[in-house]
T-cell receptor, first 114, second 109 residues
């Protein structure tokens, strides 16, 4: 019963390097989300995908790109990492957008940019 | 501008005490959700409140949705060390969920 799986769990990058964070869900959910969580800032939405084939910007999209590869997978890419992108990144999914259904979260990717 | 304001930000109390944390907004949400997050893990849903004035109970936890669907509260009776964690409220708006910054709760044995 995996739910939402994120890889890697930890990563250290140098400024300017690129990296893709992977997320997969096995609950046949339509909507998927990427958040970052920083101390004192709560969870901030980076990008989301309401359904397969669509993506939209959230609150803090600058410096990131996303790909909804198929219904199961939603990846987050940092093209040129910056120290300000040091954070814990969470992927989430839920059955339908625009509903009262809960989001199911992965365990996060802890990313440090030196 | 933070759409959802949670208070207090931090709370440290003795085991057995009661506490209430708040989630306030000037905006109306179709529903509010409460999540709990433990270190090294993602948030996990505790409850969803949908109807204005709704009260839901989950063992020692009581959740209330404001009549105008702009605010919510979480009351814990006889807090236990196992209640320690980060409590997040989240409001449903369109196809997104907007989170507050959270209340970090520490229950001392």
């Amino acid at each position: 019963n995996a739910g939402v799986t994120q890889t890697p769990k930890f990563q250290v990058l140098k400024t300017g390097q690129s990296m893709t964070l992977q997320c997969a869900q096995d609950m046949n959910h339509n909507s998927m989300y990427w958040y970052r969580q920083d101390p004192g800032m709560g969870l901030r939405l980076i990008y989301y995908s309401a359904s397969e084939g669509t993506t939209d910007k959230g609150e803090v999209p600058n410096g990131y790109n996303v790909s909804r590869l198929n219904k199961r997978e939603f990846s987050l890419r940092l093209e040129s990492a910056a120290p300000s992108q040091t954070s814990v990144y969470f992927c989430a999914s839920r059955g339908q957008p625009d509903s009262n259904q809960p989001q199911h979260f992965g365990d996060g990717t802890r990313l440090s940019i030196l | 501008t933070q759409l959802l304001e949670q208070s207090p930000q931090f709370l440290s109390i003795q085991e057995g005490e009661n506490l209430t944390v708040y989630c306030n907004s000037s905006s109306v949400f179709s529903s509010l959700q409460w999540y709990r997050q433990e270190p090294g893990e993602g948030p996990v849903l505790l409850v969803t409140v949908v109807t204005g004035g709704e009260v839901k109970k989950l063992k020692r936890l009581t959740f209330q949705f404001g009549d105008a669907r702009k605010d919510s509260s979480l009351h814990i009776t006889a807090a236990q060390p196992g209640d320690t964690g980060l409590y997040l409220c989240a409001g449903n708006r369109d196809d997104k969920i907007i989170f507050g910054k959270g209340t970090r709760l520490h229950i001392l044995p």
